[in-house]
């Protein structure tokens, strides 16, 4: 359970940074993520257009990289969690019996990623704190910093920067 | 559009009705593996959830598909931001929208404030900035 979480014993995990290297975004991935969101935005899915707007292939969609849950391949589905999660996706331990919800990002834009570029990752756990809630009780607040690094060009470059947070609760 | 073009409290609405073959595909391409999003035996007698989830990115991707759509090409979105305060669900209409709050006409930038709702109330809210092209 979430309260069975100790932040205090964790604290020297804050600073951790994880390297993912999600790798090259083909133009079907960019198409096919925009088709799970049912979004038609052209941008993503033709070519053509995408060059008129003056961009050399499609556009990624901008919240598609830090969407992906699994960063890596992740564990074998023997090792998930009894809630799908992957035992070892957060660099604490979680109690078996505590669910999770996403509690939000901010993405900072610095550039459209296109199809074709290579995109890799770094994400640190900045953060590590309880609130109380009066309908579900002790809540812990895991909050991750990533920038996101595309080599499109000859230089690897930043082209995004999220915060994010994760909320870990108790079986209600 | 241009920066002159647009005005402090001009609304954006889009309307979703997320289905459970979407958030299969949705979950499929972030390989996100939370039964939450695909199990409701599971979402509802273990977790509580009225059904199975619309993931929480999704959220963001529909108000990024309003805000963006809105744009076309004349400009690129540059900040979005959103907390997930509330649930929604698959086969029940979810409603996007956003709203001017500020323009830069120097900066050409207008900031948006942009939720998600369904009947029950407010699923998610945050902020957007887009820059117009000049």
Redesign the interface.
């Known amino acids: 359970m979430s309260s069975r979480i100790d932040p205090d014993e964790h604290q020297d995990r804050i600073g951790t940074v994880e390297h993912h290297d999600i790798g090259r975004i083909r133009r079907l991935?960019a198409q096919?993520?925009a088709?799970?969101?049912?979004?038609d935005?052209s941008?993503f899915h033709d070519p053509e257009y995408a060059r008129?707007?003056g961009y050399n292939d499609v556009v990624v969609?901008?919240?598609?990289p830090?969407?992906?849950?699994?960063?890596d391949e992740?564990v074998p589905a023997d090792d998930?969690r009894?809630?799908?999660?992957?035992s070892e996706f957060f660099p604490i331990p979680l109690p078996d019996t505590a669910?999770?919800?996403?509690?939000?990002?901010?993405?900072?834009?610095d550039?459209?990623v296109v199809a074709g570029e290579r995109v890799t990752a770094e994400r640190e756990l900045t953060d590590l704190y309880q609130r109380e809630s009066e309908s579900m009780g002790t809540l812990t607040f895991m909050s991750f910093s990533s920038d996101f690094f595309a080599d499109g060009s000859d230089e690897r470059e930043r082209v995004l920067h999220c915060?994010e947070?994760f909320i870990v609760g108790d079986?209600? | 559009m241009n920066v002159e073009d647009v005005s402090v409290g001009d609304e954006l609405h889009l309307e979703?009705e997320?289905t459970r073959a979407?958030l299969f595909?949705?979950s499929?391409?972030?390989?996100?593996?939370?039964?939450?999003h695909y199990?409701p035996e599971?979402a509802r007698e273990?977790?509580?959830h009225p059904d199975v989830l619309v993931?929480?990115?999704?959220h963001?991707?529909?108000i990024?598909?309003l805000v963006?759509?809105w744009l076309g090409?004349d400009g690129?979105?540059?900040?979005?931001?959103?907390?997930?305060v509330g649930r929604a669900t698959p086969d029940r209409t979810l409603r996007v929208g956003a709203e001017v709050t500020t323009i830069d006409q120097d900066e050409r930038t207008v900031d948006l404030d942009v939720w998600t709702e369904t009947d029950d109330g407010r699923a998610?809210e945050?902020t957007a900035t887009v820059r117009l092209s000049e």
């Open positions: 991935d096919r993520y088709r799970a969101v049912e979004d935005n941008l008129e707007q969609p901008p919240n598609y830090p969407a992906i849950i699994e960063r992740g998930l009894e809630d799908g999660i992957d669910t999770l919800m996403g509690g939000g990002q901010h993405l900072t834009i550039r459209y915060e947070t079986r209600r | 979703k997320p979407q595909r949705y499929a391409m972030t390989w996100n593996p939370h039964r939450i199990d599971y273990v977790e509580g993931q929480a990115q999704l963001g991707a529909v990024q598909e963006m759509d090409g690129e979105l540059v900040e979005i931001g959103w907390r997930n998610a945050g």
